[in-house]
């Protein structure tokens, strides 16, 4: 019975994680934030894109707009007060909300599609330096 009570069980999770709308500029490092977070903690990544930009309904820490990723992950109950906890240390992220996601589908959890959009979008706001190089014919 000890074991049966001692075991940590592990849930889906959606994350919805805000950042400045300068985040924009390199996607890409604000993705790599939220996995740096999730990663520590030991959660599984399903996926993570970009969720939208918006404005905001008031200035937070001076911004007007944010963007907002999201992300869906699996992970241990007693290790989610460790990623809300670097959330909120975190001082490139304005503001986090994780709530469970067991009522998604794994297809749901996974999606795929929003992932390659935000993919191809974190590529295209690359700096000059990440264009593939050219040969010549």
């Known amino acids: 019975m000890d074991a049966i009570m001692t075991a940590e069980r592990t ?3 959606e994350g919805m994680f805000l950042f400045p709308q300068s985040a924009t500029s390199d996607l890409q490092a604000a993705m790599d934030h939220v996995k740096d977070i999730l990663n520590r903690s030991g959660a599984e990544i399903l996926s993570i894109a970009k969720w939208d930009e918006r404005r905001l309904a008031y200035d937070i820490k001076g911004n007007k707009r944010g963007v907002y990723i999201l992300a869906f992950f699996r992970v241990v109950t007693p290790k989610l007060a460790a990623i809300e ?3 909120n240390l975190s ?3 304005l503001r986090t909300l994780v709530t469970r996601a ?3 589908t ?3 959890l996974k999606n ?3 992932m ?3 993919a ?3 590529k295209l706001r690359g700096t000059p330096s990440e264009e593939p190089e050219r040969t010549e014919a």
């Open 11 to 13: 849930r889906p999770y």
């Open 85 to 87: 906890r670097d959330c």
């Open 91 to 93: 001082e490139k992220m």
């Open 102 to 104: 067991e009522h998604l």
């Open 112 to 114: 795929a599609e929003a």
């Open 106 to 108: 794994e297809e749901q």
């Open 120 to 122: 191809d979008e974190a």
């Open 116 to 118: 390659q959009r935000t």
